[in-house]
């Protein structure tokens, strides 16, 4: 992806990369070195009690400072709270000899606790940046990558922590990496570009408590923010829960504790994979289409994966070699199985993060980022607490991914109550993009034609409308023909557009669609008025000039090329079964207080543009 090298971006990326890492590294070489020397913690019964010690004390600052934080983020530069929390990451790297050297559980849990405030601090400066900085086009890539990397650098961080501590050198390794990554990302965040503060006003909640209250209230008024936060704290429950049971599940269930690196690799590949699949399926454009079908992926790939791990485990009941893994059918379903899981997991978070940071009120950005925090950590919570419970009542580790791959299911469900939309819009693309190779061009002229925008296109198919509702992110207002929105299958699409029946003795429909656009809610007109029979331009017809008038809304001319050609045309010679389709979207018409006339004018001149960009 080109952002990645973009000098905007490519700081941000790697103060992130590193910071996570260390994290995770000091993390996990504190829990080994408690693993390995007990006597620590007094002894190894307190080992256990310990290690899950230090993992909530490390969570608990997302419950204790993120308001703080965020309110901090939106109030002061974000590139100023970035370098701030690296030099107190360094501090703390500095301090980690100590906990490594002189081992006491106090200071090494004041010390996690410590890392865990200074992320708290960093995280709503680091994904209100990526708004601040780069267009909406650019946001979906770049988050796509940074849920990549963080979860890259959380598994490899896990990793090194897990295996350096093992060797005799290993605690001067450990803390000679975590000194130099700790001095990159500083370095690092030194190039994030200068940025005004958003809302310098702002004056900090001394009352968090009461203060987190309202954060939840402020975000639950913004209805796609807050479904992105709650929809968003399913991933984190599937990561807590699925990395948790990793190393139980290889070494106490598959009886192969060498696969253990193995799956964590392979968990981190997919969640890069599932970024990067989002990223392509958004298109450039905000939306949350890919959403329900990672549900739908997570379920269907997590109740396979406890089957298989449980075929193996009874066909290879001795401790097996990590190579026999990949040698058994049942070993490679495993593999895959948690692949296809970890894809799912990573195209399913990538669209919830872009719209928070879409949907957020630009002065409000960072805050939204930490209530999603604190949300987030409270799920993960109970999520902790559910697969203690249900390992104490006899559950399997196989049957805590069982559930968790049913109660995918369940969301899957209950995202489809409440976006059917996506669900039909995605079934579409599904449908329409291999079999017409359907190619989208200009996806920034979406965004500049803000909310209250009439898309106007030409009319050569009887797929045009479906094409329009299927690509455009947003649920349409579409006017047609009475005698056509009496069809049953017509009906069928009203959860993915709105119709407005045309009644050509009544201005009913003229109207509604204009009251839908002056509630910022996109529409489409057809201006021809009907689909052409030879490819030609047809009259331009008064009603969209009439509509973006009233409404006082931007127009938005789209060229459907391609379309013509199919056998869903009313046109006679080059028809084909399957021919290739592109949507042009062109610069907005902003509207500036023209009168119809004028509108009329220039929509005639977009028509006639539109044709020259469908015409091969």
């Avoid at 925008?453 to 047609?480: C, E, K, M, Q």
């Amino acid at each position: 992806m080109p952002i990645f090298t973009d000098r905007r971006f490519m700081p941000l990326f790697i103060t992130q990369f590193f910071g996570a890492f260390n994290d995770n590294f000091l993390k996990n070489a504190l829990i080994l070195l408690v693993t390995l020397h007990p006597e620590i913690v007094g002894g190894v019964a307190r080992g256990d009690l310990a290690i899950n010690l230090f993992s909530a004390v490390f969570i608990a600052p997302y419950f204790l400072f993120s308001l703080t934080a965020g309110q901090l983020s939106d109030k002061f530069p974000r590139d100023l709270i970035a370098r701030r929390t690296k030099i107190w990451e360094l501090g703390l790297m500095l301090l980690a000899g100590l906990a490594l050297y002189i081992p006491s559980p106090v200071p090494m849990a004041a010390l996690l606790f410590l890392m865990g405030m200074q992320s708290t601090f960093f995280s709503p400066a680091k994904y209100a940046t990526l708004p601040q900085l780069l267009s909406e086009k650019e946001l979906v890539g770049a988050n796509a990558l940074l849920e990549a990397g963080t979860y890259l650098a959380i598994i490899g961080g896990t990793l090194a922590g897990s295996i350096l501590m093992k060797y005799p050198c290993g605690k001067p390794v450990v803390w000679g990496l975590l000194l130099l990554f700790a001095v990159i990302g500083y370095i690092a965040s030194r190039a994030i570009p200068r940025l005004p503060p958003v809302d310098p006003g702002l004056t900090i909640d001394r009352n968090p408590a009461a203060g987190t209250g309202r954060l939840i209230r402020e975000a639950a008024r913004l209805p796609e923010v807050f479904f992105a936060i709650i929809a968003g704290s399913w991933f984190w429950v599937l990561g807590i829960v699925l990395l948790a049971q990793i190393p139980s599940l290889c070494k106490n269930t598959l009886h192969v504790p060498g696969a253990i690196p193995v799956f964590l690799m392979i968990f981190t590949l997919g969640i890069g994979l599932g970024a990067f699949i989002a990223g392509r399926a958004m298109r450039g454009i905000v939306q949350t289409t890919p959403v329900p079908f990672a549900a739908l992926g997570m379920a269907l790939s997590l109740i396979p994966l406890a089957g298989a791990c449980e075929t193996f485990a009874a066909l290879h009941p001795q401790a097996t070699p990590a190579a026999q893994l990949f040698r058994a059918p049942e070993g490679r379903a495993i593999l895959i199985s948690l692949l296809a899981a970890a894809t799912a997991c990573g195209a399913f978070i990538v669209p919830l993060n872009t719209l928070i940071q879409y949907a957020s009120p630009k002065q409000h950005v960072a805050r939204m980022v930490a209530a999603n925090n604190i949300v987030n950590a409270l799920a993960m919570a109970a999520a902790s607490l559910t697969v203690m419970l249900l390992l104490k009542a006899g559950i399997s580790v196989t049957g805590v991914i069982r559930v968790t791959g049913w109660a995918s299911l369940a969301v899957l469900l209950i995202l489809a109550a409440l976006r059917p939309a996506d669900i039909l819009r995605g079934i579409f693309q599904l449908l329409l993009t291999p079999l017409f190779r359907v190619g989208i061009t200009g996806h920034s002229h979406y965004t500049q034609a803000g909310p209250r925008t009439l898309v106007i296109a030409n009319h050569v198919s009887l797929l045009d409308g479906i094409l329009l509702a299927a690509y455009i992110p947003d649920r349409l207002g579409f006017a047609i023909d009475t005698a056509w929105a009496a069809k049953w299958y017509i009906r069928a699409l009203a959860p993915l557009v709105n119709f407005y029946p045309v009644d050509p003795h009544s201005s009913g429909a003229l109207r509604a669609m204009i009251t839908q656009l002056q509630a910022d809610r996109p529409c489409v007109i057809f201006p021809e008025g009907r689909i052409t029979t030879d490819g030609a331009l047809s009259p331009i017809q008064p009603g969209a000039a009439f509509i973006a008038a009233r409404a006082q809304a931007a127009i938005l001319p789209i060229a459907i090329a391609g379309a013509g050609r199919s056998f869903l045309s009313y046109q006679k010679q080059n028809r084909r079964p399957f021919p290739r389709i592109t949507l042009t979207l062109l610069p907005p018409i902003p509207h500036s207080g023209q009168n119809r006339d004028s509108l009329q004018q220039q929509i005639e001149t977009a028509m006639r543009a539109i044709q020259q960009k469908a015409t091969p």
